[in-house]
Every structure is written in structure tokens, then in C-alpha cells.
């Protein structure tokens, strides 16, 4: 088994076969409910950690469990999660309209002998979104099952007038960070 995949996300899988992994993927269960005053950082690193551990029982002694978690968070501080409808996704949309939101994604790798985290922090300024342009996009059901409502590789890629940081990142998996955290647990003894 060697690598495990903490993610049923078609574009992490992607990524990690761009990067010449071969592995098996499980979608762990666990709470993403935010803790009251939890800073960005501190909530995707604790997400990431706590999908490789709910995968733990997975792991023999040369296997490794590769996590990932991102968020979205609009210039105003509030996080946008995942839209629950087209009519939630309308309203979160509308928040990053003509302004910066902010995206954090953090990588967790567990071995059986250690816990490897790591964040990534980037940016995206996005133009004035027209109505006419937001109910075209979200007919494309692109925005249902995505932090942040929008794919930055997708159709809202039209939105976006500035990136700064990981576009990896934005999109789900950060592959500079990724690849450190693997050859980190690969020196420790796994199979990766």
C-alpha cells in the first residue's frame, strides 16, 4: 500500500500522479467544524492532521498517509465553506466580487513514527463578477463542491485578475510542499 491518499478530490489525485506517486485513496470521516476564534492557519493544518489520523489504522510500518485541507476566506475575515445550494454559493460569490480573498492549504503526511504539517498561504483578487456571469457559472455546478465556491483551474479562472502564492495550492494540493513533506518521510523510512 505504501501511500495513502486522505482524499476522494479527483484534482489531489491528479497532482499526485503528476508527481509520480502511486497510491490508494480513502476518504476519511471527521469533524471540520471550526473551533470558536480559530486563526486560518491553525484550522486546515488541524483539518489535514486529523484526516491522515483518522486513516491511521491504515498504515503498516513502511506506509504513509498523505492529508490536505483548503479554505477559502473573503476580504471581510469569514470563511467560505463548500455552498450548501445555488443560492448559497450566489451569496458567497458575491463576497468575492471585486476583491481579495484569501486561500490557506495545509499538507499533513503521517508515518508510523512521525506527523509532517505544513502551510501554504496564497491570494486571489478576483474582477467584478457580473450577474449575468454568475448565473452562467453556477449552472456549471462547478462552485457545489468547492471550499471557496469557485476552481481556480475551471471556469472561474475567467474571474481571477491576480494570483499570488501556489496555484497548486489554490487548487487543492501544493506540489513544491507536497513533495518536500513525501522525500521527508521517505528519509524516515517510508516506502513513498
Avoid at 499538507?107 to 456571469?133: K, M, Q
Amino acid at each position: 500500500m505504501s501511500l495513502i491518499l486522505a482524499s476522494s478530490s479527483p484534482r489531489r489525485s491528479a497532482f499526485l500522479t503528476d508527481l509520480g506517486y502511486t497510491f490508494t485513496q480513502c476518504s476519511p470521516d471527521i469533524d471540520e467544524s471550526v473551533l470558536p476564534d480559530e486563526p486560518a492557519p491553525l484550522y486546515v493544518v488541524r483539518l489535514a492532521a486529523s484526516k491522515a489520523a483518522a486513516l491511521s489504522h491504515l498504515l503498516k510500518q513502511e506506509d504513509c498517509v498523505l492529508a490536505a485541507d483548503t479554505i477559502v476566506i473573503n476580504d471581510k475575515g469569514e470563511y467560505i465553506p463548500k455552498p450548501d445550494s445555488k443560492a448559497h454559493a450566489r451569496e458567497m460569490l458575491l463576497t468575492l466580487s471585486n476583491a481579495w480573498n484569501y486561500v490557506h492549504t495545509a499538507i499533513a503526511v503521517l508515518t508510523p513514527s512521525s506527523l509532517l504539517t505544513c502551510w501554504v498561504y496564497s491570494r486571489v483578487l478576483f474582477r467584478t463578477i457580473r450577474e449575468d456571469e454568475l448565473d452562467t457559472y453556477l449552472q456549471t455546478g462547478e462552485a457545489m463542491d468547492k471550499s471557496g465556491c469557485y476552481a481556480i483551474q475551471g471556469y472561474a479562472a475567467r474571474f481571477a485578475r491576480r494570483i499570488e502564492g501556489s496555484l497548486s495550492g489554490i487548487v487543492g494540493l501544493p506540489l513544491v510542499e507536497t513533495e518536500q513533506l513525501l522525500l521527508e518521510a521517505r528519509k524516515q523510512g517510508a516506502h513513498v
